[in-house]
């Protein structure tokens, strides 16, 4: 297990002080403090690891969140920023010390404007609540991570969210156009606006996947994009997971970017069939989603190009839709993919490592027999077209021999993905999960570089604190000249 | 006669950096110096130069990514993708017709600006396909952050910082990009006559449609002159340019839609591969403003909302300058004479139209004494000064370069 810092026990022995000026701040009713309504948020999507803090606010404007920082900054309060809690990393996970601030409350649109293809909302709205919001005109908001339904764009941003779609759309960071964020010294800044490319540093793009290491954002300003007139999915069985990678070369190869390109390995295969019976192929090895864009007779060119190519790698099978509902039926499967595996196991670790495409098939090698040497076992389902892995460990979470071989194996994962030229994270962001395996991919240079930008907007280090840098060091200080 | 360093590796770069900290020296920091009229001239004894950081370090055409040192000429990559049927994404412009430079652009150098060309409104910015890089901070130790693949959360991504910092916090000298499929065929729509409201709505129009347009600009009169594509349009007072990049088949089909979808605007043309290549590379290269510049001129690039594009073409008018328009309406290129209240005039109308400008170049006499970038306001001054004491704490790295004392 993942240590936890010493909480400040002057702090904690000041709680009822603590308590009574936060409802001075945010009202008795954005004040949450009863021990049964906290372990509401003791845990979020890592939830092997559980502690209720010390309170939770729930503040309704900028303004508010303005005001709780100030407070935590001059009481030396440490700060968890949270969203909807969806967090596979453990980013939001509470400290014993710590007051969590929740943006949930947070939810209102602020601004739609087609012409210029921008919206803005407040940081708890939720991702898929952006692009209900626009489809109606056609429109969409591209990032679409699993927890889509859930999840809110405030956490997007710290964790820069990608989905099945990012090969084509990019990830969230490519999407921003401005943010308000409230800075540790309650400072509101506005950065960006409703235009390409803001001026002097990147702000944007340094916040974005800080894992609220920085800031809290309480204002986003995303693009949206028409949708494209249709969209159809292929299915492609393979014998190998070699050859189902081999393929997956040769698309990218080909000239062909399709908007989802998703790897199922056996386990994977078996689990979504059983809790879907989506038509999967059982005999296969591997299989592929292919999913691609346009109109009625684009998609049919596409197809065709797409069935020539998985044609030469000896396919078990090939599914073409031919309607929606046949597109929905390949889909299916996949996306009810995490609760299939929760009905063949009691628990399971999600990794998210990300390797060079063409390591698919020695890496998947490699996991198979880290499988059987920790004998636990594993399933892989992950985005094919941008190499990144989400091996899924199969173990029991009441069992602590069980849990500790997971995290093992899981850390093994990271660090072969590491090695073949990859890295430990390619979505979920490292959290407290995968804190102590930054030096594998940093040197100690490169992590003093990044712990001296933390430094320049949270000096004290109270914000999300045993996230992302490994526990130990002292914060660096920064002189400006 | 400036003395110029241009070390061939990593080591010898960290080495005449860390001595510059060490004497308290600044650096004027430079790939082959094409855009070294862009903002604000740095008052340095020395040139550092990555120039002799040359060379492809990694080309994996199946896994979109590709490694080069930072003094790699965009020309060399370029030519590397397209062997491969590859591009870079963010279409980079050539600015050096325009700033009245020689060399070709480096790699490091276009990074350093974050320039993008027309595809930015469709495929994003320059450092959006930043995967990773090697830099020397200007302590001259040599950094890491991002990688070599197409997805990576994994810790503070200083590349984004890094990226667009024009040389002021840390030397790149190795940058890994993703890049794509260079599209089989390109094809324009062309709506000739409308004014700047009508032409902008129109480009409005097109990138809110299902037809993917990879690129959208508006030529006044004066800028659309002289260009082959547009020859024989009765362009008066301007054109709309709608860019659709796929494959052939889907080229045809795309752009007949698009052309019927803006019917309401106006006869539309197509103008097919051979005439929209050059097009878009002269608008890239914002070549309708090169033509004719002065010595004495100004030149302004303006990120706007691109509903904005017509009010900011009015101040350019207004100020006696010539424009044109890029990214649906958001980019707006500017050049005017140079002076103070056309500066103030033109600058001023950027932000109230809630947008930024970089002034790209201006006489040499004029330059010291204006501002190259909007004004910090006091909260970004303290964090902008901040985060370059955490990566340049002697503050050697081009100081000045994009707000004067930092």
């Known amino acids: ?481 | 006669m400036m003395a110029a360093e241009a070390p061939s590796d990593e080591a010898g770069l960290a080495a005449q950096i860390a001595a510059a900290r060490d004497a308290r020296e600044p650096l004027l920091i430079a790939g082959n110096a094409s855009k070294a009229p862009m903002l604000r001239p740095v008052q340095a004894a020395r040139t550092l130069s990555t120039r002799n950081l040359a060379g492809i370090t990694l080309h994996s055409p199946a896994e979109l990514v590709l490694s080069a040192r930072a003094g790699t000429t965009l020309p060399e990559i370029e030519e590397a993708l397209a062997a491969h049927g590859q591009h870079l994404i963010a279409e980079p412009p050539d600015l050096h017709v325009l700033l009245g430079t020689e060399s070709a652009a480096t790699l490091g150098g276009t990074v350093a600006a974050n320039l993008s060309g027309p595809r930015r409104i469709a495929g994003g910015a320059m450092r959006d396909h930043v995967l990773g890089m090697r830099a020397v901070n200007g302590e001259g130790t040599a950094i890491r952050s991002g990688g070599r693949v197409l997805k990576n959360v994994t810790g503070l991504d200083l590349c984004k910082l890094i990226a667009g910092s024009f040389g002021t916090l840390a030397v790149m000298t190795e940058i890994t990009l993703k890049v794509l499929p260079a599209p089989e065929r390109t094809g324009t729509v062309a709506i000739a006559g409308l004014d700047t409201a009508a032409g902008v709505a129109a480009l409005a129009a097109a990138l809110g449609s299902p037809y993917a347009v990879s690129a959208a600009a508006y030529l006044p009169d004066g800028a659309a002159e002289a260009l082959p594509a547009l020859a024989g349009l009765a362009i008066h007072p301007g054109v709309a340019l709608a860019r659709i990049e796929e494959f052939a088949p889907s080229v045809a089909y795309r752009t007949e839609r698009l052309a019927a979808a803006l019917g309401r605007f106006g006869a539309a043309r197509v103008i097919e591969d051979a005439g929209s290549r050059p097009l878009w590379r002269t608008i890239r290269d914002a070549l309708p403003l090169a033509a004719g510049l002065a010595e004495s001129d100004a030149v302004w690039r303006i990120s706007v909302p691109p509903s904005q594009g017509p009010r900011l073409a009015a101040a350019a008018a207004a100020a006696g300058g010539r424009w044109f328009l890029d990214w649906g309406g958001g980019l707006v290129w500017i050049s005017a004479p140079a002076d103070e209240a056309r500066h103030r005039s033109i600058t001023e109308a950027a932000s109230a139209a809630g947008g930024v400008w970089t002034l790209l170049r201006a006489p040499a006499s004029l330059r010291p004494g204006l501002s190259a970038l909007p004004p910090l306001s006091p909260t970004l001054e303290r964090l902008t000064r901040r985060v370059k004491a955490a990566f340049d704490p002697a503050g050697i790295l081009n100081p000045g370069r994009m707000y004067a004392g930092i």
């Open chain 1, 1 to 481: 297990m993942i240590a936890l810092p010493e909480p400040k026990a002057a702090v904690v022995a000041r709680r009822e002080a603590i308590l009574a000026d936060l409802a001075r701040l945010v009202g008795p009713d954005g004040l949450v403090s009863e021990p049964h309504c906290l372990r509401a948020y003791e845990t979020d999507g890592l939830a092997v690891y559980r502690q209720p803090p010390l309170a939770v606010v729930l503040p309704s404007t900028t303004e508010e969140v303005a005001a709780l920082l100030r407070y935590c900054k001059a009481e030396g309060i440490r700060v968890v920023p949270r969203g909807a809690g969806t967090s596979l990393s453990g980013g939001a996970l509470p400290l014993a010390d710590a007051v969590v601030i929740g943006l949930m409350r947070m939810n209102r649109f602020l601004a739609i404007d087609y012409a210029d293809r921008v919206a803005s909302m407040q940081a708890g709205v939720t991702n898929l609540g952006i692009t209900g919001a626009v489809s109606a005109q056609g429109f969409f908001y591209a990032p679409d991570p699993s927890s889509q339904l859930a999840c809110m764009i405030g956490g997007n941003i710290a964790m820069n969210s990608g989905g099945a779609h990012c090969l084509k759309y990019g990830v969230t960071a490519n999407n921003v156009l401005g943010l308000t964020i409230v800075t540790i010294e309650g400072e509101i800044i506005r950065l960006g606006g409703t235009h390409l490319d803001a001026a002097g540093y990147d702000w944007l793009g340094i916040l974005t996947g800080s894992e609220g290491q920085l800031a809290i954002v309480t204002e986003v300003t995303v693009r949206i994009l028409r949708s494209a007139e249709g969209s159809r999915a292929m299915l492609a069985a393979f014998r190998s997971n070699e050859v189902a990678g081999a393929c997956v070369a040769a698309i990218i190869g080909s000239g062909i970017i399709p908007v989802a390109l998703e790897f199922m390995d056996r386990p994977a295969i078996h689990a979504c069939e059983a809790f879907a019976h989506a038509g999967y192929p059982l005999d296969a090895e591997a299989m592929l989603i292919i999913e691609v864009e346009g109109s009625p007779a684009e998609q049919e060119d596409l197809m065709s190009r797409l069935g020539e190519i998985v044609g030469r790698f000896d396919p078990l099978g090939l599914k073409i839709a031919t309607t929606a509902e046949e597109s929905a039926a390949i889909w299916k499967g996949r996306k009810g993919a995490f609760g299939a595996i929760g009905r063949i196991s009691p628990d399971y670790l999600c990794m998210d490592g990300v390797i060079p495409t063409s390591q698919l098939s020695p890496v998947l090698h490699r996991i198979g027999e880290m499988s059987r040497t920790f004998g636990l076992g594993v399933a892989n389902i992950f985005h094919a077209g941008d190499g990144n892995l989400h091996p899924l460990i199969l173990f029991d979470a009441n069992d602590p021999e069980s849990m500790e071989k997971a995290e093992k194996f899981g850390a093994e994962i990271l660090k072969l993905c590491v090695a073949v030229g990859g890295c430990l994270t390619g979505e979920h962001g490292v959290g407290v999960e995968k804190r102590e395996l930054m030096g594998v991919q940093f040197s100690a240079a490169d992590l003093e570089q990044q712990r001296r930008v933390k430094s320049v907007f949270d000096p004290d280090w109270l914000l999300n604190p045993s996230k992302v840098f490994p526990l130990g060091a002292t914060p660096p200080v920064i002189h400006a000249a």
